[in-house]
């Protein structure tokens, strides 16, 4: 049986006690990254979208860490660039198919990638899956649980709209929170799942929409 999302968030606090200065400090790291980027013309936008897959793995790694109680480091943020063309071509496809769905229509966009927002996940778990069957199982790991994870998120908008009045200082606290919960998410979909990735990809490009 699946975790409640009460669950899963109260589950993030417990592991991030004692952590909250670590995580807030690799935030900081990782913003001042983008920042420093986005004051360059044109290059920088160029190296944003770049890094944006090692990136993304490299948090979901540093998060993953934190929910398993495992050693996490801010070094954990740049991990991904050890994994750097599996990062980047997932990115990239991800990226093409989310953007075709937002273009027919926004609601199969947003579908599209709540269908892949394990993909990072299974990436970091498994080092030999190609970024094609990656995306593939995570549809499938998705297929019945997009509702779930939807009203999950949303469940943070409360602490989104206050860090607006921190200037978005508060992003640096609220994130970890937010990582490590979908990480709780995954890693309680992952038991159910295991062995049952058997759906060819091409039937998931926008497929699995009503569940």
Do not use: C
């Not at 690799?26 to 090692?54: E, H, K, N, R, T």
């Not at 934190?66 to 991990?79: C, H, L, M, Q, V």
């Amino acid at each position: 049986m699946y975790k409640s999302n009460i669950e899963l968030r109260a589950e993030s606090r417990a592991r991030l006690e004692g952590l909250w200065g670590m995580t807030a400090g690799a935030m900081f790291i990782y913003f001042a990254v983008q920042l420093g980027l986005s004051f360059i013309p044109i290059l920088g936008d160029i190296a944003s979208f770049i890094i944006g897959g090692p990136f993304a793995l490299g948090l979901v790694i540093f998060f993953t860490n934190i929910s398993r109680k495992r050693e996490a480091t801010p070094g954990n943020i740049f991990d991904g660039f050890q994994d750097f063309g599996r990062a980047f071509i997932t990115y990239l496809i991800s990226g093409l198919l989310i953007i075709l769905g937002f273009i027919l229509l926004i609601i199969p966009g947003i579908i599209i990638a709540f269908n892949y927002s394990m993909v990072y996940y299974i990436l970091a778990d498994d080092k030999n899956i190609q970024p094609w069957d990656a995306l593939k199982k995570s549809s499938e790991m998705m297929k019945g649980h997009k509702m779930r994870f939807f009203v999950l998120n949303l469940s943070f908008i409360g602490w989104v709209i206050l860090s607006v009045f921190t200037l978005f200082i508060g992003l640096i606290w609220l994130i970890p929170y937010i990582g490590v919960t979908n990480a709780n998410f995954y890693l309680d979909l992952k038991k159910e799942f295991d062995g049952e990735d058997s759906t060819d990809f091409t039937d998931h490009l926008v497929g699995n929409v009503l569940d």
